[in-house]
Each structure stands twice: as C-alpha cells, then as structure tokens.
T-cell receptor, first 113, second 111 residues
Framework: EAQVTQNPRYLITVTGKKLTVTCSQNMNHEYMSWYRQDPGLGLRQIYY???????DKGDVPEGYKVSRKEKRNFPLILESPSPNQTSLYFC????????????FGPGTRLTVT | GQQVMQIPQYQHVQEGEDFTTYCNSS?????IQWYKQRPGGHPVFLIQ?????EVKKQKRLTFQFGEAKKNSSLHITATQTTDVGTYFCAGRGFYGQNFVFGPGTRLSVLP
C-alpha cells in the first residue's frame, strides 16, 4: 500500500530537549516536505527536499532542521524545542512532475511544555 | 512573498444546500491544488488546475481557476454529511517549487 508514515504520532516533551520526527514514504517520490498546521493559519511549509541531499527552506524554517540521506526518509529535527513549536506536523511526498500531487502522512501532534 | 487567502473561514450549511469556498493569491499562479481534510485526519488531494479559466468537475464538486490565474473556487452542489471537513487551496508560483496553502474553509453540514 502506497503511504507516508510518521513517528511518533503524539509527543509531549519539555523545552530544550532535542527530538526527531521521522517520515518515510514507499512511493519512490523525489519531493518531500514538512508542514506545520496551526488553527487559523492552515498548513505552513517548514522545509522541503527535491531529492537526496537537496533541501531548502520553506516559509517557517526557524528552529527546525532536516536531512535527506535516503530517498524514502525525511526526518524533521528540533534541536531545542520551544513552546511555540507546539503544533500538528505533517510530512508529505510527491513525484517531481507536472502534477506534484502531495500525499500526506497521518500527522504528529507535538506539545512542548 | 506569495500569500494565499480563503473565504469564508467557516461555513455551516443544511444538508442539501450548496457550498462555495473562494481562494485568492497575491501573485499569479502556475497551478493550484485543492485538498480536503476530514476532522482528525490528514489533507487528501482532490484536484489540480493548471490552465487559465479551467473548470473541472468531480461528481458534485466543481473547481474553477480564474482567468488571471490568481483565484480559484470550489463549489459543492447539494452537500452531504460526508462533505464535512476543511478545504484547502494550495498555489504554486512560476518560480518556486513549493505550494503555499491557504488557511482553509471549515465546512459543517447539519443533517
């Protein structure tokens, strides 16, 4: 089954404790992306990757890091989480053709206290 | 930078009524996508529009792309309870590789 998986699905952590949210897709997609979703703001892109070892900032990259060492994986790293990073995070992937139809993972709800 | 707005923010309709959400971009778009997110779920791709003035239909859903490629609309005819959710538009400019999402329109359908 074609899918995007994220782990963990729920996470409660404390300020400053480094964490990683994993994202994996099994569709051989070149393009992968991370979004955060906050009430009234929709989905805002954090980082995206056009292919292995190629990443670029989205609209809200501050406080986040990403890496793309393998085509299927695109982890999101919060080196020193802060309460304003409490949000719902989605990973997405798509082919790099004219369609760019994005397939989203189930989401990770992060709470930073 | 590119901004995408949607109106209304919320819409409550009686089952069987029609529903329309509008999407407006601050810049001309290369293409626009629409997604639906059910409560507690993740966004699911509905459709992409590419051509100026394009109209596409999916059963009771009609999507339009404006002539100037700066606005779009999604119209649902005779809403059903299964239409409940938040509808997002996402626009891509000509020089970027990423899509900018609008804030979404949350649709409630009363049976």
């Amino acid at each position: 089954e074609a899918q995007v998986t994220q782990n963990p699905r729920y996470l409660i952590t404390v300020t400053g404790k480094k964490l990683t949210v994993t994202c994996s897709q099994n569709m051989n997609h070149e393009y992968m992306s991370w979004y955060r979703q906050d009430p009234g703001l929709g989905l805002r892109q954090i980082y995206y990757s056009m292919n292995v070892e190629v990443t670029d900032k989205g609209d809200v990259p501050e406080g986040y890091k990403v890496s793309r060492k393998e085509k299927r994986n695109f982890p999101l790293i919060l080196e020193s989480p802060s309460p304003n990073q409490t949000s719902l995070y989605f990973c997405a992937s798509s082919r790099r053709d004219s369609s760019y139809e994005q397939y989203f993972g189930p989401g990770t709800r992060l709470t930073v206290t | 930078g590119q901004q995408v707005m949607q109106i209304p923010q919320y819409q409550h309709v009686q089952e069987g009524e029609d529903f329309t959400t509008y999407c407006n971009s601050s810049t001309t778009l290369s293409n626009i996508q629409w997604y639906k997110q059910r409560p507690g779920g993740h966004p699911v791709f509905l459709i992409q529009l590419v051509k100026s003035g394009e109209v596409k239909k999916q059963k009771r859903l009609t999507f339009q792309f404006g002539e100037a490629k700066k606005n779009s609309s999604l119209h649902i005819t005779a809403t059903q309870t299964t239409d409940v959710g938040t509808y997002f538009c996402a626009g891509r400019g000509f020089y970027g590789q990423n899509f900018v999402f609008g804030p979404g329109t949350r649709l409630s359908v009363l049976p």
